[in-house]
């Protein structure tokens, strides 16, 4: 990788949906070499997928919340699942935006979004608890995200 791969890179953290012909008259690239550098940056695993960021407000999905998940390992391998099977069967809950598997007091942190501090109390207690393995939660509710 190199100083014009960087600045395609970052160019697209910037601005994901920028098109090749976009990224080469901003940077004075020739449109072919863009294309070649976006296809081996993806190749070798640089890019992995290009996303969107959301209006949330404008979706109705105002309450976020940041959640510390502690697990009870004996139980996880009685239901004979790991600490990244209960990371995936948590991402597909309703809701969950990221998980993070993490070192420190806790086992894992959630970030959650809904609409308002019922959905995400139903979200909590009829989901996430509900999962077996999960000892403890401690909730923090994102006030700004900067």
């Known amino acids: 990788m190199d100083e014009k791969d960087r600045k395609i890179i ?20 020739p449109v072919t070499t863009v294309h070649n550098r976006l296809k081996k940056l993806r190749e070798d695993g640089i890019i992995k997928k290009y996303t969107i960021e959301l209006d949330h407000k404008k979706l109705g999905k105002t309450f976020a919340a940041l959640v510390h998940v ?3 390992y004996d139980v996880l391998r009685s239901e004979k699942k790991d600490q990244h099977k209960l ?6 809950l309703p809701g969950v935006e990221k998980v993070y598997i993490v070192t420190g007091s806790t086992d894992m942190i959630v970030r959650v979004r809904t609409s308002d501090v019922e959905e995400y109390d139903r979200f909590l207690f009829k989901r996430l608890q509900a999962i077996p393995g999960i000892t403890d939660t401690q909730t923090f509710v994102i006030i700004n995200e900067g």
Do not use: P
């Not at 976009?22 to 940077?27: A, C, E, L, M, N």
């Not at 990371?87 to 597909?92: D, G, P």
């Open 10 to 29: 970052s160019m697209l953290e910037g601005d994901g949906s920028l098109s090749g012909r976009q990224i080469s008259r901003k940077t004075g690239m």
């Open 70 to 72: 502690s697990c009870n």
């Open 87 to 92: 990371a995936n069967e948590i991402s597909s």
